[in-house]
């Protein structure tokens, strides 16, 4: 398994309040993602990033901001927490050449409940 | 990137094959299709990818048809730890997403 993890596992948190979700990484992968899991949605990206200090935004990113101060750190933020934001999130990353065939490698997963 | 199309549910034998369908009829020449699974609360898996070629590793094979509109996603000997839900994803390049649909629900019976 790629050497990705995510911190905390599972949170519980109140709306309004900020949260940060941690994707930490041991492989040196140049892009690293961020993506959302809700029933009847899949997986729907949020953010990525293709360096340090270099991010873009998915589908789906209003009311998140993201971080990546080093090679091995990505870090989603919801500034203002909100109940449509419970969800399951995922990092990925990938190395990051330029090709058609790049691979993502999931890490276990954050449960958030915003309650 | 085109998208695909794939059964909601499947079940299928402990031992047997599974043969996992994928319908993709608008990709184009320089997309590859990809496969990957979530098992039960789990991160998606990544299992195998190609782009006209059949290929095969440890997990699984890949046989795509000639018009690169179809695929199947073959698992040669299923046990009940391949209980999972496989997304086929197609993708190009300049796309940073995949886009996982909602994929095939896979029951590996007793």
């Known amino acids: 398994d790629a050497g990705i993890t995510q911190s905390p596992r599972h949170k519980v948190t109140e709306t309004g309040t900020p949260v940060t979700l941690r994707c930490h990484q041991t492989e040196n992968h140049r892009y690293m993602y961020w993506y959302r899991q809700d029933p009847g949605h899949g997986l729907r990206l949020i953010h990525y990033?293709?360096?340090?200090?270099?991010?873009d935004k998915g589908e789906v990113s209003d009311g998140y901001s993201v971080s990546r101060s080093k090679t091995e750190d990505f870090l989603l933020t919801l500034e203002s927490a909100t109940s449509s934001q419970t969800s399951v999130y995922f990092c990925?990353?990938?190395?990051?050449?330029?090709?058609?065939?790049?691979?993502?490698?999931f890490g276990p997963g954050t449960r958030l409940l915003v309650l | 990137d085109a998208k695909t199309t794939q059964p909601p549910s499947m079940d299928c034998a402990e031992g047997r094959a599974a043969n996992l369908p994928c319908n993709h009829s608008?990709?184009?020449?320089?997309?590859?299709v990809y496969w990957y699974r979530q098992i039960h609360s789990q991160g998606p898996q990544y299992i195998i990818h190609?782009?006209?070629n059949n290929e095969t590793n440890e997990m699984a094979s890949l046989i795509i048809t000639e018009d690169r509109k179809s695929s199947t996603l073959i698992l040669p000997h299923a046990t009940l730890r391949d209980t999972a839900v496989y997304y086929c994803i197609v993708k190009g390049s300049g796309a940073n997403n995949l886009f996982f649909g909602t994929g095939t629900r896979l029951t590996v019976i007793p």
């Open positions: 990033s293709y360096g340090v200090k270099d991010t």
């Open positions: 190609g782009l006209k």
């Open positions: 608008t990709i184009s020449g320089n997309e590859y």
């Open positions: 990925a990353i990938s190395k990051g050449t330029p090709s058609d065939q790049e691979t993502q490698y």
